[in-house]
C-alpha cells in the first residue's frame, strides 16, 4: 500500500483533485512546531533528534491530512557531517567556517559522520512507522550547486558570488567540492531510501542564478550522477529535482537525468514546460507563497490558475517554494479544500 | 548622424563586432565617478545636478568608448517626483515612506514635479551636447511594477512581498498606482526623448518575481500602455524593455507591446529567446556581472558565449544586469577588447 506521490512517480495516470503537500510544510507557521523547537531549544537540536524531528514531521499531517510528509531536517545537515560544521543563529540564517578558512577541502570528513546522519536515518524510521501507509514520505538533501553556495560563502542572501567567484577561478577546486557532495548525496539519499522513504525531492534553490552553460555543469551533471548511483544502489528509486528558478531547461534536465519529477517555482510558464516535458516528469507546485499569505479571492483564483495550467497533467499540488512563517493557518486550510474541491 | 543602437533599433541587420555598453557603467566602480559623487555629497546630489550627472555620464565614454551612453540617474526619481520623497542612506539602499503611512495615493502630486524632473531633463541636454554624435545616448525609467515594489513596501529587498499583497487585497488601488506610475513614466520619458536621448530603456528589475498571470497584468500591459503613450507624442520612439527574468515571456511581450529592444538577463536561454522573439526586437545582454568580477578564462569563455549564443541575431552586448562596485577596471576593459576583437 503506498499513496499518491508514490502512483504518480511510478508512472499512474494524473489524479483529480491532485496530491497535496507543502515544502517546509513542518514549520514556524504552526504553534505546535515552535512549541517543540522551543523545547528542543534550537534548531539544530531538533534537526538531530529523531523523536523531535519525527513529531514536527507528523504535526502537518494530522492537522491538514497532507497526502505527504517530508522529513523535518535542513540542506546543510550533509556539511556539518562532512565536519564544516554549522550554526543557526536566529534571524540571521545558518552561519558556517568558510572553505577557504576551514582550510578548503582537505579539511573535510571523507565521509559522512555516522552519529550526525544516523540521527536523521532513526528519524526516517520513526515516521514511517507511525505515518499512515497511504501518506508518503519524501526525504530530501541539497543538490550540490546551492550546498556549495553556502560552503564556499560561510552563509547565503550573497547573490552565489562567492561560489561563482570559486568556479571561474579555481574550476578544478570547485569541481571536486561538487563531486564531493555528489557522493555525499548519494549515500545519504539511499540510507533515507533504505529507512523508510518512498521518494527523495533534490533541492536547488540557487540553480536558477546560473547562467545557461553553468546550469548544465553545475545543476544537470551532478543531478545525473546522484540519479544514476542511487539507482545503482536502490533500483527505480523516485527522485524529485527541484531546480528553482531553472523551469526553462526542464527538457534537458528530464533528459539527461531521467528523474521521476520536477518542482516548478510560480514564475514557470505551465504551457512551455508542458511542451517542454512531453509528460516526462511529474510536475509538482507552483502556487506563489506570498498568495498563501494574502488569502481571499486573489488566493482562490491563484490555486484555480495552477489547477487550470496544468489540467490532464500529472500534477502534485504544492507552492513554488516553502511556506512563510507568517502565513495564517487559515489560508493552509482553504488551499487544501479548494484543491480538493471540499 | 547616430550610432549603432539607433541603427540596429530602427530596424538595421545585425552588426560584427554587436556595439557594447553596460548596465550601471557610470558607477561606484570608476574611482573618477567616486570623485564627483563625494564632491557632490550624495547619491540623490548627484541625480538632481545636471553638470554633475552629465559629467559622470560621459566618464565611461572617455574611458572605454561604449558605443552608448545612459543617462546617470536612479529609477526612483518618478517617486520623488511625485512627492514621496527619497533617501539613499550609505549601504542601506533606498528608503521612502511606504505609501499606506504617506496616506495613499491621494498623497501624491497629480504631476511630476517640475524642478526635480527639470534637473533631469537639463542633464540630458548637457550630454547629448557634450557627447560624439556617433555615440547613442539612452533614457530610462524603472517600470511600474518594480517603481510600485519600492513606493508601497518603503524599500527594496523584502522579495516584494508588499506590494505583491496590496495587489492581491487591494487591486483597486494598486491597479491605480500602476495606472499613476504609466501616466508619469509616459510624461518622463517623451520629455526625456525631447531633450535629446536617443532612445529609452525601461528597467523592471523585479517582473521575474511574477507568476505568468501577474506578469502579464502588471509588466506587459502597463508597458504596453507606456509605448503606445509614448510613440503618440513621440512617434517611433526606440524603446527598450528589460524585464530581468521575464525571458521566457518575450513572445507575449514583444507581440503585445511593440518594443525594438528586450534586455535579457544572464539566466536566460538564448535557443529559446530567439526561437520565441523571431527577430522583431534586438537582444541585448547577457553577460553575468559576476563573471566579469571574475576575470581571466572563466570571463573569456563566457563572453565567446554570449556572442556565440546570439551569433547572426541583432545583438546589442550588455551585462544581464548593472556592473558591481567590486568590479576590477582592466576586466572591463579585456570584456571591451574582446567583444570587439581588438
Redesign the interface.
Known amino acids: 500500500l503506498a499513496g499518491k506521490l508514490v502512483a504518480l512517480l511510478d508512472g499512474g495516470a494524473p489524479l483529480s483533485p491532485p496530491p497535496v503537500w507543502m515544502m517546509r510544510q513542518a514549520g514556524r507557521y504552526l504553534p505546535e512546531y515552535r512549541a517543540v523547537r522551543d523545547q528542543a531549544g534550537s534548531f539544530l537540536n531538533l534537526c538531530f533528534n529523531p523523536e523531535l524531528a519525527a513529531e514536527v514531521t507528523m504535526q502537518p499531517i494530522r492537522r491538514f491530512g497532507f497526502d505527504a510528509a517530508i522529513l523535518f531536517s535542513d540542506i546543510l545537515v550533509v556539511p556539518h557531517a562532512l565536519g564544516q560544521f554549522v550554526a543557526f543563529e536566529a534571524g540571521e540564517g545558518p552561519r558556517l567556517t568558510p572553505l577557504h578558512e576551514l582550510g578548503r577541502l582537505s579539511a573535510l570528513r571523507d565521509e559522512l559522520h555516522a552519529d550526525v546522519v544516523g540521527k536523521v536515518y532513526e528519524a526516517v524510521r520513526l515516521i514511517r512507522a507511525t505515518l499512515p501507509p497511504d501518506v508518503d514520505l519524501l526525504g530530501f538533501c541539497g543538490a550540490p550547486w546551492t550546498v556549495a553556495t553556502y560552503m564556499v560563502a560561510g552563509r547565503g542572501g550573497d547573490?552565489?558570488?562567492a561560489a561563482?567567484?570559486m568556479?571561474?577561478?579555481e574550476?578544478d577546486m570547485f569541481a571536486s567540492l561538487i563531486d564531493r557532495l555528489v557522493d555525499a548525496s548519494i549515500i545519504y539519499l539511499v540510507e533515507q531510501l533504505r529507512a523508510g522513504v518512498d521518494a527523495v525531492q533534490i533541492f536547488d534553490t540557487w540553480a536558477?542564478?546560473?547562467?545557461?552553460?553553468?546550469?548544465e555543469r553545475w545543476v544537470i551533471a551532478p543531478l545525473a550522477k546522484i540519479v544514476a548511483g542511487v539507482r545503482a544502489k536502490v533500483p527505480n528509486a523516485r527522485i524529485i529535482a527541484f531546480p528553482k528558478?531553472g523551469?526553462?531547461?526542464i527538457d534537458k534536465l528530464v533528459s539527461q537525468t531521467a528523474v521521476n519529477g520536477f518542482g516548478l517555482d510560480?514564475?514557470?510558464?505551465?504551457k512551455?514546460v508542458r511542451v517542454a516535458n512531453r509528460g516526462r516528469a511529474v510536475l509538482q507546485g507552483?502556487l506563489?507563497p506570498?498568495?498563501l499569505?494574502?488569502?481571499?479571492k486573489?488566493?482562490d483564483q491563484?490555486i484555480d490558475?495552477v489547477l487550470d495550467n496544468f489540467s490532464g497533467e500529472r500534477l502534485i499540488f504544492n507552492l513554488?517554494h516553502g511556506i512563510r512563517p507568517e502565513t495564517p493557518i487559515e489560508h493552509v486550510e482553504r488551499m487544501i479544500a479548494r484543491v480538493r474541491g471540499t
Do not use: E, Y
Request: no cysteine; proline share 5%.
Open positions: 547573490d552565489q558570488i561563482k567567484l568556479a571561474a577561478r574550476p536558477g542564478t546560473l547562467d545557461p552553460a553553468s546550469f528558478g523551469a526553462q531547461h510560480w514564475t514557470a510558464d505551465s512551455q507552483n506563489d506570498i498568495t499569505i494574502a488569502g481571499g486573489a488566493l491563484a490558475n513554488g
